[in-house]
């Protein structure tokens, strides 16, 4: 997939325990450490608005798959942030 808000996957591969996953580097971790770090602090609203519609955006692109593609795991650890 080539969109601006989906990380993108180079390659893959797997031995006997595990699955690997070679993707683009995202140097701002993801959105739960994120607000753990923050604890107290709350986003903006303008922040807030943006990661949301980036979200948005991403489920969009890959329901208009053909065939649609379903994430089926989105939480707040999932969700990569650069910086």
């Known amino acids: 997939l080539n969109h601006i ?3 993108k996957l180079f390659s893959h591969f797997e031995n006997d325990n595990y ?3 070679v993707m683009e580097y ?5 959105l739960f450490s994120l607000k753990k770090n ?8 303008k922040k807030t608005a943006y990661i949301i519609s980036s979200l948005v ?3 969009s692109h890959l329901h208009s798959q ?3 593609i379903i994430h089926r795991d989105i ?4 969700i990569l942030m650069s910086n």
């Open 5 to 7: 808000n989906i990380v």
């Open 19 to 21: 699955l690997f996953f």
């Open 26 to 30: 995202l140097s701002g971790g993801n």
């Open 38 to 45: 923050q604890r107290n602090q709350v986003f903006s609203s």
């Open 57 to 59: 955006n991403a489920i």
């Open 66 to 68: 053909n065939p649609p």
């Open 75 to 78: 939480k707040l650890e999932n």
